[in-house]
């Protein structure tokens, strides 16, 4: 498939890599323009704007830090919904809210394209073995035609429903059951360690017992050595992701009180210093409030 | 071994099967005397009183409800502090708070008797195959002598510490790690489900990648297919578990937040009526907050 | 003066008829028209436009529901910033969140006219008898020059500091404040009520006691005779105050967990079908959580 | 009448002072000795023990730190159950939970005598000048024959009901409201003070606006002064009194979600090293999650 890639950061690069390593045509485009040419190599064409990474191309996929940006990328005046070619697919991966994830389609309908949401569960070194998980949703027909682009940068791929902010709200609440498995492993362990317990064992304990599963034994060893820095995914993000599930929640008139709970302690964290830090870095406070010295 | 069994509900008598089943002499007491006939067959003694399960014995298991039980059947007037001969062992595997565990251990001591706490993780069916998974804490040498013990009724033993309230501690803060995965799933497939979102496919999704153990299978299902009922583990079980982590955390000043908005739960949930439904029954409470007619 | 007034909703009428009263000459803005008329009679002139009801104005004051409607009236292209004359003010009554009000007094700045943010407390009735209070705040100077608007509609001036924001940010901490006091009432009086006390008697002795402010005597009563319509503000705006609160907080990195409670308890009662009630109908969820059937 | 007083702390001393000095004929008792003979000079009698306290009493009143003191003082081999004359009355005083004051009023009506819960609202300087608010439950006769002590101590009687737990549950219930407003003003001060607003010029706000009430003055001042040592109302006693309300909800299965948020606030509090503090304190939890340094 003729291919335009907009987003070049970790995930991105990553996965535009695999797209080409699977025999796509790539466009690629990114707002500092560097990184493109870094990667394009001569493997791959550079756009120097949105439009050209959108003309003449079968899809075009987003994978952008926030809102704003990708808002910014598809709806601006020189963006994909102006210059996608009618019938084309927006695969737009960026971990993004559902009211914008809404009015994404809808534009994108009214311009005849096609948009497919597909954000993806995995960190960079997934999106590097191409071992992504991708979560989508969106026309029957469209997200069969993006089989091709899912089989190229994942390992499997889940199809949510058929209208693209499903695939939205499941990426944000696996990243709240996340933070939420952050959250209970941090307290647990202050209780245990405050109590005399050995950590490591008690870790070992629920990892070989109940809790057999990779986002335990990972951020329970980052907790328990307190490691935060560097980040593999920022607080503030946490901050972002935390909060667009609320807001889904409030939309949908959904009351998330655990999510709440985490939202108030990434807002200590950060108000603490902690932007630079690891999401997971949420836990230290648990044991700050129980008395440790920071 | 000679060992003393007292408490035969439904876990006490799958772990007494299984101590006899490897060979050691049993004595069965119960509070109501024919669920300890009717398990002792031809196959051990039964015991009159306390009193009685525990003279001679190497050692005297307990696994009791709660800790008003554990207590009295310990530090009463015909109590195992009372009866069991020095030097022998008291495993005592029920699931109770620290304050107690550290007033039997300290009165153990005093009689010159030896206490390992040894609650254990796992449903009935675990306890009948010899599965469980035995949290241990206590003086070295005990927990050591206690080995056949623990190596008839369970698959693996986490020697936790040399106090036996460590193992309770520990007990206690993996079924509140339990029931924060309720909590956390049971808003999250509200949310989901709100948005349209179809909850067994975001249930399959969940369990293939992110969180693949038998908590979250287990929970994740009973909660998308409402099956409160009967009750595996009772929601009036739930709400002690969680108070005794709540107090262990005031009694050690560990505030747990999660814990507090778990325990709210459990009273909503009674207060609903719900004394005979499973624990995982307070994540019906998501959806109800959220509008769904209960 | 001449004054521009925008927005004649119950309060924004009000407080226009007693700044005719007090000898101001007005012109009268509303999006629906009729209202403006209503009110004129032929004391006031009628603006057709936002644009007509700021030309030549010493001041413009504004008075409607929520962020949008001011963002619009305020920025857009007919709005209050293109067609007000330099010098003149803009006095920003309406209770919105302090991003806005940051963005306003900019965008104000930057074409010469000055801001005020100077939203109120008090119920219609209070508007009507010009018993506001006015919270104020913004260049020492325009706050000095909206001296007579503010004695027109209210008893009570409190200039809170020289940036616009910081006004509305003590607003939205009053009706934080206020929705605090109800979510406490409620589970006191769901407490006392479930435990066989007299709910009228424990209001009583609150308010004669520790607590003789109005806002304990005019919820405690809502809350004891459930009487939550018709709205003397509605819930949908409670949600909207809370949540500008929390968004305020995550902008300045101050976690407000009892904000978090309420607007849970908001969200509840929108997802229950309460958009039609007082704000303090939050308050029936704490008995309903207690059994109560709704 | 013949009165015997338990208790000769700040508020107990404070009492039997204004009992002495309305004409009644005290004899006085206290753990420490010391205590009593001080308070006593020649105007009362001193007794050596609770029973001594109790015998050929019309009443004896109780007004002592915690459930523990009270239950065995009253329950106890030698405490007032075992002494105190058929017919004759127990005024408890002090604020004691729900659960305690049921089996306290239980024991007694088995003996023949009258209990009646009667804990106060006010601080020492309240019970100096007889300015207590007097909350009482139990028998209507009984608490009619106990009239002039409560005229006595206080400026007002209100009675809440015909068993005693309801006056406990009355006191915890308002403790719990207190605390509240703590809370609450403490999360609005941060906020306003972080947004740059004069928390001085708030709290005067809010006090001659919306919250004319001693509470949120003195507590208010408090918060913005810092002022939290010595205490008036220590912070154990505030956990104390928010643990008796949150165990009041347990037993009578009414959630109280702000209550548990109180309640880890004062862990929280303890574990940093606030004992000493005055339960004001808490408040300055919202400050340093906000990230002022402590």
């Given at each position: ?9 970790r ?19 990114n ?25 003449g ?9 926030n ?12 963006g ?78 889940f ?27 941090a ?60 807001a ?5 008139r ?41």
């Amino acid at each position: 498939m003729k291919i335009g890639f907009i987003g070049l950061g970790r995930m991105g690069a990553a996965m535009a890599a695999n797209l080409h390593r699977a025999g796509h045509e790539l466009t690629l485009y990114n707002r500092t323009p560097d990184k493109a040419r870094a990667l394009a190599g001569d493997r791959a064409h550079i756009a120097e704007s949105v439009a050209e990474a959108c003309r003449g191309q079968d899809a075009v996929v987003t994978m952008l830090a926030n809102d704003e940006a990708v808002e910014g990328v598809t709806l601006g005046a020189d963006g994909i919904v102006a210059h996608l070619p009618p019938g084309s697919l927006h695969i737009a991966s960026s971990t993004i809210g559902i009211a914008l994830a809404e009015r994404l389609a809808a534009s994108h309908a009214k311009s005849g394209q096609r948009m497919v949401s597909a954000p993806v569960f995995g960190r960079p070194e997934a999106a590097a073995a191409a071992k992504l998980f991708v979560v989508a949703a969106g026309d029957p027909g469209a997200v069969r035609d993006a089989g091709p682009i899912f089989d190229a940068i994942g390992q499997r791929t889940f199809v949510m429903g058929e209208t693209p902010p499903t695939a939205n709200l499941v990426k944000l609440s696996g990243n709240f059951l996340i933070a939420s498995v952050i959250e209970s492993l941090a307290e647990a362990l202050a209780l245990v360690g405050k109590g005399g317990g050995d950590q490591h064992a008690f870790l070992e304990l629920l990892t070989s017992t109940l809790f057999p599963a990779p986002v335990y034994r990972t951020y329970g060893t980052l907790l328990v050595e307190e490691k935060f820095a560097p980040p593999g995914f920022a607080a503030p993000l946490g901050l972002k992701d935390v909060g667009l599930a609320l807001a889904a929640g409030e939309q949908l008139r959904v009351p998330l009180p655990l999510a709440s709970l985490l939202r108030d302690r990434f807002i200590t964290l950060l108000a603490q210093g902690g932007d630079g830090l690891d999401w997971s870095a949420i836990g230290r406070l648990a044991a700050q409030d129980a008395g440790k010295s920071s």
